[in-house]
């Protein structure tokens, strides 16, 4: 399809939405239950009152405030309801053009909202995300156009190299470097991959991206595609997320009819496949190698590197991976240029972050801010806090691959750099706050435990090292441990950490280091004797 | 569990033509083992010897190789599930706002511990590692509706009310 014909699609469901007095949307991600009946009963409410050619209900997707929701918001006046109910929906259609439900209103100034920096979730929670012409009513896919129809691969990837953008998975490895080391390698085929296979308990911030705005996946997708001339591209997603599966199979086959993924894209002579591979239920399939592995039909069991995926990846041919959120940006560094893009965030980590943000903190949910803001601005400001008169004890961030962050580093400004000089990592972007009424060491032994669970058992020091961390982590929650262990506790992580084979076993130990470096007090509290043996329990 | 190398063939029963249609899109090339596994167990509940036999010898995937793929990702099982089936979510949110007591509570309430199911074959108990409602936190799926942000007293009583057994 032509760009004037996806512009007269876009035109023309623009007219259609611009035809109604009032948008009613309603977040239909999985953070807010029972959105098919809201939806349902606003529908009815409507058709009773006769109001169907002036009212549009619309599904969208997440628009953040999880802890909250349901969220409904009413446009064009951009009034936001919370904890809204089927049975609310008489009311919230009586009130439309009048004054606001009061009971349900969510304050128009809450910092959760204006403290934010949205890009990448900018059209979350504002299109509907099963269908493409409301992604191309927002201009969605123009970027698309522009790469494809006025630029050469080179620029495309240079713009991205200019832009500064690292990878979102975690490592934050250049996004441009990566893909122009694919473009330069030769063999034939190429691969396109996104790892979707968003294993880190605690963290959604793909899963929400996944179900807002699949379509801006493609799209960076696409461009990366043609960028580095792929011809084929696989999405490796969780089983674990079905809807987000549901509503990228649709955008696949709405990209398809439209003919932006296939045969002649944008009336070029390039040609792209999508498929998507369901993952089962493996952490480790997170890792690059493993997930090629699983793709391929095996066990997800990580390969030495190198070769990188980039010069031997799927089927030994030249692969990108790249996680949901960097290719979700791709788009909007093509749309509005490199300059934009590096004019956010801090010197070495450019542009926003998405974060998902929970535990004990009030406004639990899904964030975007720019690198660079303090963690004290992104728990107490953003997130409101910790609630129940508790007070702040860590953040975790990174997952099981992560360190804990005290309170005295609150005023730490998040970047890759900054999160790792404090012993943790920027991770996909889970963070989770404690508060003193958790013990350090038992949530240590709980991502131990994970860690120990989840390794796929090809190298000792990870297969062997996790068990006896963690075993000597169970001592110490029981109060069992002696200085000895302390000693071997310390040992054992530094020996995993240097020695284990791929990304999994490497950072397995982080969370325990962190909180031997900040926690410290907490493990030998837990040493019963100060016993001059280590005890044989081995 | 056994597993045999002949090819079997699979019973008169119209689920096998989804496993079929899966490994027929791929071409029955091997690499389709995981998609084909998805689809058989979305067709059966669970994944048995005969199953995994016929796929392995469509798959011309050696039945270890097959087995080896079922035992390693979390999400495939051998045995069939109850008549109910309550998921907990055990991500680090869950974890930190207590389903690890409504874990222990299980245990002691209905001698059940996560991937078995009750001698009455009534309640299937899975452990799942994050769901992505963090922001629920914690999350209980009883017959895969979700529901999060309750206690630990009004988590036990949804499961008991849940399962008709108010003692």
Redesign the interface.
Known sequence: MQREEIKRFAEEHRRYLEGFAHHILVCAGLGCPRNEEIVAALRRAIAERGLKDRVLVRKVGCMGLCALGPIVLIQPKDISYQTVSPEDASEIIESLGKEPVQRLLLPPDLPFFNRQHKNVLALSGRIDPESIDDYLAAGGYSALFTAITEMRPADVIRRIQESGLRGRGGAGYPTGLKWSTVAKATGGKKYLVCNADEGDPGAFMDRSVLESTPHAVLEGMIIAAYAVGAGNGYIYVRAEYPLAVHRLKLAIREAERKNLIGHAICGSNFELNIQIRLGAGAFVCGEETALIESIEGRRGIPRPRPPYPAEKGLWGYPTLINNVETYANVPLIIERGPEWFAGLGTEKSKGTKVFALTGKIKHAGLIEVPMGMSLREIVFDIGGGIPGGHAFKAIQTGGPSGGCIPAEHLDTPVSYESLSELGSIMGSGGMIVIDETSSMIDIVKYFMEFSMDESCGKCIPCRVGTAQIHRLLTKFQEHRATEADLAQLEMLCDLVKNTSLCGLGQSAPNPVLSTLRYFRQEYLDRIAAPATAPEDDQ | MVVRANDPTPPDDRRWRTIDLAMQRHDY???????T??AAQEAFGYLDSATLTYISSKLK?PPS?VF??VT?????TLKPKGDHTLVVC????C???GNDRVLTWIRDHYQLVPGETTSDNRLSLVE??????????PVILPDGT???KQSFEEATTIIREWLGDAT
Do not use: S
């Open positions: 090339r091997p690499d389709a083992l995981i998609e596994l998805h995937t190789k080896g793929v390693f990702y979390n999400h495939f055990t991500g680090t949110a974890h930190v706002k799942v590692r994050c769901v992505g409602a963090c922001a629920l936190a979700l529901i999060g």
